[in-house]
């Protein structure tokens, strides 16, 4: 604290009821009211913050409770406007053991240094040890704060109701005496410096600054004298230390990397002012998720930490029994719970580890204490708004001199200097968390090929900071053993593009169980994407999130080797075939997804040969900055013309090739290999539309199941082939397909010419008909339709090893009698 931060304190004195019972010539200075205006008064008429506490002691608590609180506040200024202040509040004891409290204003603008330095300084300020002393006029002591003594020896009980050259006779006595009798006629401000030892020091001199300043009631009268006596050597160490501190403190925060941001701050803080230093982080911020810990709010179950930093003056850290990454217990009814609770620091200049301390309950610890000669201690919250982010712990072991009050302070403002960039770090964890979270919940977890392809896939989003994009990709099982094949790309990036993703990923599933053909299926969800901007765009609080997407969609037959695809604005596929011949099929483009052009979107049929590679992929794949999409499009050719690799061996290749490209929009590679089945896992007939043909498919179905060793599926089949081929003949008048598909599953598909759709309805006990499709829903895995030219296909899939224990369960066969569709009997 310099010698000009003394003099222009405004000071003013107040009772414990919060009534300013004296002012200075400072304070009028600093905010305008003269002793007049504010003698008398509440102190909220200067201090806004004072307006909710009953007491200046509740007020105080109350400032101590607020995070961070190191003296900063504001103060109202006469023509209303407010000040930053840096404040000091003192607690002064009289004879009678009432209290005043001494308040200790400066205006935050004028502390020298930057501004960061000049908040310290004024934490500084309010937290150094100085000696206060209120004297009357006649310059006897009234009120005293504790620091004083340490300052010149005298006892308070010696101090109070004596002139200071009754208490301390002698020349420096007389020569400040006559000081203050000067401020008490003429009322400025005066700063003395002397000389003098301490109490405790049998060694040189120690320097001191007073400041005195007079006292005046409502009156203007002089009421008294009060000296402020600051420690220059004290001041001025804090100072170098505040110094160093804030060149060092700018390398604090330079990662968004929690861990390393909290072994900075050890490595820090030792050897500067500690011997060694342990940062404890609570767990949910180097993981990014999990509920934050409120200061005060942890109930009987303490925060679980997890070591952070570590730092010595001796070599492998002996000091601490955890590495860094371990948890750290708290340990119970200690310091550190109190820290916890409250969020306030603890110093412990002299760690006392006698029986019956909370050392001594813990063995390992005061052992561990006694061992590195551990003597002095200071556990500091890391917490911003708060939330606690962890716990700094900092100790001396060779320095020999305990830690004060001053340290305390600068290990605050260390720690909270980290604290901010702990926050940035801990903010950017949890959104990148969240982010990959929702990309991990959006993204199929894995690919299902199925029998009829094998699938790989990459994704590498162009906001790797996000990790997020509104890239998607998908392989979904469809019936008769095929599957569809997906590649999709909202415009954008990040989280926005992301949550459209997952609105149009979610519409396609919808659609794709719908068994819709590839032209039609985008038809409808390029409706569905004009519907949602539709409705974005009438939210006035929300930014439009979709606004065009493209999209590659196929569906592959492996019965057939038939791929049928449609395009809406997505580059084609790459095909390779067995033998590494790359072509990219003539793909109708087709208009991008909500742009609302009404064109239709078109279809081809292509027969692949088995193990043909498919790479469904976005542009960002192919297309940068510095290149053109033909350049991409030969590239990705050339990394896939070794068709006999594994496909993850593909997918590196692949994205191996555009490492070194700068990324400019998401990318996204599905890459598939196709299989085929084999004619013996096939079995179709044409039945005639009458009544002779319930009989044949079950005889037919039956002879199947048994060439095939699936006799313990045939009495569920039978059912489902009499159920299935009974509602062709009621409701078709062409002829009648089945077919049996054994691949992963047992496919059952009966083929009519009516289009109507089937959809199961509740029976009624008097009902002949309505509970076929309620019995094949209970002896199949899963069923369905799906339209085709002239009619439709209703399938059911089995279980290959059906358990037997749940055959008794099964519906009776006598309870079959019909299947309901949505027309009319």
Same mark, same amino acid.
């Given at each position: 604290?310099?010698?000009?931060?003394?003099?222009?304190?405004?000071?003013?004195?107040?009772?414990?009821?919060?009534?300013?019972?004296?002012?200075?010539?400072?304070?009028?200075?600093?905010?305008?009211?003269?002793?007049?205006?504010?003698?008398?008064?509440?102190?909220?008429?200067?201090?806004?913050?004072?307006?909710?506490?009953?007491?200046?002691?509740?007020?105080?608590?109350?400032?101590?409770?607020?995070?961070?609180?190191?003296?900063?506040?504001?103060?109202?200024?006469?023509?209303?406007?407010?000040?930053?202040?840096?404040?000091?509040?003192?607690?002064?004891?009289?004879?009678?053991?009432?209290?005043?409290?001494?308040?200790?204003?400066?205006?935050?603008?004028?502390?020298?240094?930057?501004?960061?330095?000049?908040?310290?300084? +004024?934490?500084?300020?309010?937290?150094?040890?100085?000696?206060?002393?209120?004297?009357?006029?006649?310059?006897?002591?009234?009120?005293?704060?504790?620091?004083?003594?340490?300052?010149?020896?005298?006892?308070?009980?010696?101090?109070? @109701?004596?002139?200071?050259?009754?208490?301390?006779?002698?020349?420096?006595?007389?020569?400040?005496?006559?000081?203050?009798?000067?401020?008490?006629?003429?009322?400025?401000?005066?700063?003395?410096?002397?000389?003098?030892?301490?109490?405790?020091?049998?060694?040189?001199?120690?320097?001191?600054?007073?400041?005195?300043?007079?006292?005046?009631?409502?009156?203007?009268?002089?009421?008294?004298?009060?000296?402020?006596?600051?420690?220059?050597?004290?001041?001025?160490?804090?100072?170098?230390?505040?110094? =160093?501190?804030?060149?060092?403190?700018?390398?604090?925060?330079?990662?968004?990397?929690?861990?390393?941001?909290?072994?900075?701050?050890?490595?820090?803080?030792?050897?500067?002012?500690?011997?060694?230093?342990?940062?404890?982080?609570?767990?949910?911020?180097?993981?990014?998720?999990?509920?934050?810990?409120?200061?005060?709010?942890?109930?009987?179950?303490?925060?679980?930490?997890?070591?952070? @930093?570590?730092?010595?003056?001796?070599?492998?850290?002996?000091?601490?029994?955890?590495?860094?990454?371990?948890?750290?217990?708290?340990?119970?009814?200690?310091?550190?719970?109190?820290?916890?609770?409250?969020?306030?620091?603890?110093?412990?200049?002299?760690?006392?580890?006698?029986?019956?301390?909370?050392?001594?309950?813990?063995?390992?610890?005061?052992?561990?204490?006694?061992?590195? +000669?551990?003597?002095?201690?200071?556990?500091?919250?890391?917490?911003?708004?708060?939330?606690?982010?962890?716990?700094?712990?900092?100790?001396?072991?060779?320095?020999?001199?305990?830690?004060?009050?001053?340290?305390?302070?600068?290990?605050?403002?260390?720690?909270? #200097? /980290?604290?901010?960039?702990?926050?940035?770090?801990?903010?950017?964890?949890?959104?990148?968390?969240?982010?990959?979270?929702?990309?991990?919940?959006?993204?199929?977890?894995?690919?299902?090929?199925?029998?009829?392809?094998?699938?790989?896939?990459?994704?590498?989003?162009?906001?790797?900071?996000?990790?997020?994009?509104?890239?998607?990709?998908?392989?979904?099982?469809?019936?008769?053993?095929?599957?569809?094949?997906?590649?999709?790309?909202?415009?954008?990036?990040?989280?926005?593009?992301?949550?459209?993703?997952?609105?149009?990923?979610?519409?396609?599933?919808?659609?794709?169980?719908?068994?819709?053909?590839?032209?039609?299926?985008?038809?409808?969800?390029?409706?569905?994407?004009?519907?949602?901007?539709?409705?974005?765009?009438?939210?006035?609080?929300?930014?439009?999130?979709?606004? +065009?997407?493209?999209?590659?969609?196929?569906?592959?037959?492996?019965?057939?080797?038939?791929?049928?695809?449609?395009?809406?604005?997505?580059?084609?596929?790459?095909?390779?075939?067995?033998?590494?011949?790359?072509?990219?099929?003539?793909?109708?483009?087709?208009?991008?997804?909500?742009?609302?052009?009404?064109?239709?979107?078109?279809?081809?049929?292509?027969?692949?040969?088995?193990?043909?590679?498919?790479?469904?992929? =976005?542009?960002?794949?192919?297309?940068?900055?510095?290149?053109?999409?033909?350049?991409?499009?030969?590239?990705?050719?050339?990394?896939?013309?070794?068709?006999?690799?594994?496909?993850?061996?593909?997918?590196?290749?692949?994205?191996?090739?555009? /490492?070194?490209?700068?990324?400019?929009?998401?990318?996204?590679?599905?890459?598939? #290999?196709?299989?085929?089945?084999?004619?013996?896992?096939?079995?179709?007939?044409?039945?005639?539309?009458?009544?002779?043909?319930?009989?044949?498919?079950?005889?037919?179905?039956?002879?199947?199941?048994?060439?095939?060793?699936?006799?313990?599926?045939?009495?569920?089949?039978?059912?489902?082939?009499?159920?299935?081929?009974?509602?062709?003949?009621?409701?078709?008048?062409?002829?009648?397909?089945?077919?049996?598909?054994?691949?992963?599953?047992?496919?059952?598909?009966?083929?009519?010419?009516?289009?109507?759709?089937?959809?199961?309805?509740?029976?009624? =006990?008097?009902?002949?008909?309505?509970?076929?499709?309620?019995?094949?829903?209970?002896?199949?895995?899963?069923? +369905?339709?799906?339209?085709?030219?002239?009619?439709?296909?209703?399938?059911?899939?089995?279980?290959?090893?059906?358990?037997?224990?749940?055959?008794?369960?099964?519906?009776?066969?006598?309870?079959?009698?019909?299947?309901?569709?949505?027309?009319?009997?």
């Amino acid at each position: 604290m310099s010698t000009y931060e003394v003099s222009e304190s405004a000071i003013a004195l107040f009772d414990e009821r919060g009534t300013v019972v004296a002012w200075t010539q400072a304070a009028e200075r600093l905010v305008g009211y003269s002793a007049q205006d504010v003698v008398g008064r509440s102190a909220a008429l200067v201090l806004p913050s004072f307006e909710n506490a009953p007491t200046m002691s509740a007020f105080v608590e109350q400032c101590r409770a607020q995070t961070g609180w190191s003296g900063a506040t504001e103060v109202r200024h006469q023509d209303d406007h407010l000040l930053d202040v840096s404040l000091r509040i003192s607690i002064l004891r009289g004879r009678d053991g009432t209290a005043r409290w001494l308040v200790s204003m400066s205006d935050a603008g004028t502390l020298s240094g930057d501004g960061v330095n000049g908040l310290v300084r +004024g934490s500084l300020l309010t937290r150094a040890p100085i000696g206060v002393v209120v004297r009357d006029p006649q310059m006897r002591g009234i009120w005293v704060n504790d620091a004083m003594e340490s300052h010149d020896g005298i006892s308070r009980d010696r101090r109070l @109701g004596r002139r200071l050259t009754d208490a301390l006779p002698g020349v420096k006595a007389e020569a400040l005496d006559a000081v203050m009798r000067q401020v008490l006629a003429s009322g400025t401000t005066k700063v003395h410096e002397y000389r003098t030892w301490l109490p405790t020091s049998l060694g040189p001199e120690h320097p001191f600054a007073v400041s005195f300043s007079r006292l005046q009631g409502a009156d203007g009268q002089a009421l008294g004298v009060c000296t402020i006596s600051v420690d220059v050597i004290e001041s001025q160490l804090a100072r170098e230390r505040l110094a =160093t501190f804030s060149q060092a403190g700018a390398r604090l925060g330079r990662t968004l990397d929690v861990m390393q941001t909290g072994q900075e701050l050890a490595d820090l803080a030792v050897p500067l002012f500690a011997d060694f230093v342990a940062v404890d982080l609570e767990q949910s911020v180097p993981f990014g998720e999990g509920t934050p810990v409120r200061i005060g709010s942890m109930g009987e179950r303490l925060p679980v930490f997890r070591r952070a @930093g570590l730092a010595s003056i001796r070599q492998g850290v002996p000091e601490s029994a955890w590495v860094r990454g371990e948890p750290v217990p708290v340990p119970p009814a200690s310091p550190f719970t109190d820290v916890l609770r409250t969020g306030r620091p603890h110093l412990e200049p002299i760690l006392d580890t006698a029986p019956g301390t909370w050392i001594d309950q813990n063995p390992a610890l005061a052992q561990r204490i006694r061992e590195n +000669g551990i003597h002095s201690a200071m556990v500091v919250p890391i917490r911003a708004r708060r939330v606690l982010l962890g716990v700094a712990l900092f100790v001396r072991t060779k320095d020999p001199v305990p830690f004060q009050e001053i340290d305390l302070v600068l290990a605050e403002e260390l720690v909270g #200097r /980290a604290a901010l960039s702990l926050d940035n770090a801990r903010q950017y964890t949890r959104k990148q968390t969240t982010a990959l979270a929702l990309q991990r919940n959006l993204l199929p977890h894995h690919l299902r090929g199925g029998s009829a392809v094998e699938a790989a896939s990459r994704y590498l989003p162009a906001e790797l900071d996000d990790g997020v994009g509104g890239d998607w990709f998908d392989v979904i099982p469809l019936s008769g053993a095929r599957v569809a094949l997906v590649v999709g790309d909202v415009v954008g990036h990040g989280i926005n593009a992301a949550a459209t993703m997952g609105r149009l990923r979610t519409a396609v599933h919808t659609l794709a169980d719908m068994e819709l053909p590839p032209d039609e299926l985008l038809a409808r969800l390029d409706a569905a994407v004009q519907r949602l901007a539709e409705a974005d765009a009438h939210d006035p609080d929300h930014a439009p999130a979709v606004v +065009g997407a493209t999209c590659l969609y196929a569906v592959y037959d492996p019965v057939t080797r038939k791929c049928t695809m449609a395009g809406a604005g997505h580059p084609p596929p790459a095909i390779i075939d067995p033998q590494g011949r790359v072509t990219f099929p003539d793909l109708p483009t087709g208009a991008p997804l909500g742009i609302g052009l009404g064109v239709p979107f078109e279809a081809v049929e292509l027969e692949l040969p088995e193990g043909s590679l498919l790479a469904l992929y =976005t542009d960002g794949l192919v297309e940068t900055r510095d290149h053109g999409i033909d350049v991409g499009m030969r590239r990705l050719g050339t990394a896939l013309a070794q068709p006999d690799r594994s496909l993850e061996d593909l997918c590196t290749r692949v994205m191996e090739s555009v /490492a070194d490209q700068a990324a400019c929009d998401d990318v996204t590679l599905l890459l598939v #290999r196709t299989r085929s089945l084999s004619p013996t896992q096939v079995a179709s007939w044409t039945l005639p539309s009458d009544q002779t043909a319930v009989h044949r498919a079950r005889d037919l179905a039956a002879g199947q199941l048994a060439d095939w060793g699936l006799e313990g599926l045939e009495d569920s089949t039978n059912l489902i082939v009499s159920e299935l081929v009974t509602n062709a003949v009621r409701h078709s008048a062409g002829p009648i397909g089945l077919r049996l598909i054994q691949h992963q599953v047992l496919t059952v598909e009966v083929t009519d010419t009516d289009a109507s759709t089937p959809c199961m309805r509740s029976a009624h =006990t008097i009902d002949e008909n309505g509970r076929g499709l309620f019995l094949i829903s209970q002896l199949s895995h899963r069923w +369905g339709s799906r339209p085709i030219s002239g009619g439709k296909v209703v399938w059911a899939e089995q279980d290959l090893a059906p358990a037997l224990e749940e055959q008794p369960d099964r519906a009776s066969p006598s309870r079959a009698s019909g299947m309901s569709s949505n027309r009319q009997e």
